[in-house]
């Protein structure tokens, strides 16, 4: 079976920064996509970020320039390095992997593009 298990989360002051980590086991990942998403109380999930399976990586407006999205594929895990954190930036996020092999379309920033999902890990964000 296919397990995406996420970590790294935690509660951080505004300002600083957070790292999470999501580790793939079941197959391998290269050649797909993979992607963050966030669901705040009260709000529908949204997209954070994404990484292509070639590297191009896609980021929402509100992070963009404070977020940063890798992979090593080595190691099957992808990453999403958390800088200036705000506490809009509160939410449970989650990891999540395209099931398309070598997709060279746009649609990284749509969650039903994703095929396989982790359980999420909450980050809290103080003022």
């Known amino acids: 079976q296919v397990q995406l298990v996420e970590s790294g989360g935690g509660l951080v002051q505004a300002g600083g920064s957070l790292r999470l980590s999501c580790a793939a086991s079941?197959?391998?990942?290269?050649?797909?996509?993979m992607g963050w998403f966030r669901q705040a109380p009260g709000k529908e999930r949204e997209f954070v970020a994404a990484i292509s399976w070639s590297g191009t990586t896609y980021y929402a407006e509100s992070v963009e320039g404070r977020f940063t999205i890798s992979r090593d594929n080595a190691k099957n895990t992808h990453y999403l390095q958390m800088n200036s954190l705000k506490p809009e930036d509160t939410a449970v996020y989650y990891c999540?992997?395209?099931?398309?092999?070598?997709?060279?379309?746009?649609?990284?920033?749509?969650?039903?593009?994703?095929?396989?999902w982790g359980q999420g890990t909450q980050v809290t964000v103080s003022s």
């Open positions: 079941g197959r391998t990942f290269r050649g797909y996509g």
């Open positions: 999540a992997a395209d099931g398309r092999k070598y997709y060279s379309g746009s649609s990284y920033y749509t969650s039903s593009s994703y095929t396989y």
